[in-house]
């Protein structure tokens, strides 16, 4: 029988049950109720927890149970920097709660600010520390790898930052505990809370957007690998004699041929060779393509675009079925402008069908949550790490 327990501890289970009873968590750890009393009494004159009376008991004392206590948390500022290069600002509560969303376009910055986000942030930040004074925390979400434990963005490809140390920087700056994580494990997190992933051990989330990336939950955590790079599945090569380069160097990736990036250049440049599309005419007059069109040409039956489209949820399928063969997950959650389309969402599914073991029985599905699921990840990753991430949970929770 273990004889002591770390706050940390109980309040992940306060945490994860929303209401729990003193007996309950005394039969959870197997330790007597006096205690965990020991234990809860400091919690609760810490105001981390409190009481709350539920209904009457038969005879004798209502029971009490124990949840944690919302008002000791101050708000959360989070800022998502997407793949498809959107900047969503999210102001919310430790219990989920949103109540303030805004995002802007990158691409209608100015050209220095582009060049300079952590720059945006900041004044983002600043702005939004001045007109609410109750913000305790913030949270950072950027494409490409993170090493969340030191705070690094390592490498973003969509985003250039003048220093890679986020956390650090914004915490000297504004005095106040930040998190830092990549995107597309974000979403998992997004998916695990609020989605539909809620009682699911094991998925995937398989994110299209300018990139490719991926992330893993495995048995209801998420999977980072050794160097925090597991999932990048936009870099596994799938067509070995490709001439097309990607980002990362390396030839015939599966980002390098059916991102969205990919698959608009592939359609420009065969228009622009002369081949027939119905977009021929959107390109002359816009002088580029946008994913939209590329979806108006698959409703269209467009030839051209069908048969690319064709290929890159070919390729899309060998790439997802190296995961499924890996991981065997219960779920792969797709998020992704192309993944409305009823069509493709076939098509894909005929060509993984074909490539995949009878034996691996799996759902695959579009995120349910829209647009939510960019304003709600930098929420989630806070919910996550509250009472894991301890140096986190003792600045968050210090007055
Ligand atoms: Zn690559």
Redesign the pocket.
């Known amino acids: 029988m273990k004889e002591n327990i770390r706050e940390e501890e109980i309040l992940k289970i306060v945490k994860e049950y929303g209401e729990v009873s003193r007996l309950e968590l005394a039969e959870t750890f197997g330790l007597t109720s006096a205690r965990i009393s020991k234990v809860t009494k400091n919690l609760l004159e810490k105001k981390i927890i409190i009481e709350k009376s539920v209904g009457e008991s038969s005879g004798g004392r209502p029971p009490v149970y124990l949840s944690i206590n919302n008002e000791k948390f101050k708000d959360i500022l989070g800022i998502n920097l997407t793949s498809n290069r959107m900047l969503y600002i999210t102001l919310g509560k430790i219990n989920g709660e949103i109540f303030k969303k805004k995002k802007i376009a990158i691409d209608l910055l100015n050209k220095d600010e582009q060049e300079d986000i952590l720059k945006v942030v900041d004044d983002i930040i600043g702005k939004e520390i001045s007109q609410n004074p109750n913000i305790g925390a913030l949270s950072i979400i950027i494409t490409g790898s993170v090493d969340e434990e030191k705070g690094i963005s390592v490498m973003s490809p969509h985003y250039s930052l003048k220093t890679p140390k986020v956390v650090e920087y914004f915490e000297r700056k504004y005095n106040l505990p930040v998190l830092l994580e990549n995107d597309v494990r974000a979403m998992v997190l997004v998916e695990k809370q609020i989605g539909s992933c809620k009682n699911v051990k094991n998925f995937v989330v398989f994110n299209l957007g300018e990139g490719i990336g991926s992330a893993n939950c495995i048995d209801k955590k998420i999977y980072k690998g050794h160097n925090s790079m597991a999932g990048e599945a ?2 596994i ?1 799938i067509n070995t004699n490709s001439i097309r380069k ?5 030839r015939g ?4 041929e059916s991102s969205e990036m990919a698959i608009i250049k592939k359609i420009t440049s065969e228009i622009k060779i002369g081949k027939y599309s119905i977009l021929k005419d959107i390109l002359k007059e816009k002088e580029f393509l946008t994913i939209k069109d590329i979806l108006y040409g698959v409703k269209k039956r467009d030839f051209l675009v069908i048969q690319v489209m064709s290929e890159a949820m070919e390729y899309i399928a060998r790439g997802l079925n190296i995961l499924i063969s890996v991981l065997d997950p219960e779920k792969i959650i797709l998020v992704g402008e192309i993944f409305s389309s009823k069509f493709l969402m076939d098509t894909l599914k005929f060509e993984l069908n074909k490539l995949s073991l009878d034996v691996h029985s799996y759902a695959i599905e579009l995120t349910k949550l829209g647009e939510e699921l960019y304003f709600y990840s930098p929420i989630a990753v806070v919910v996550e790490n509250i009472f894991e991430n301890r140096d986190f949970t003792e600045k968050y929770t210090r007055d």
């Open positions: 936009g870099h090569v990607c980002s990362c160097g390396k990736c599966l980002e390098a």
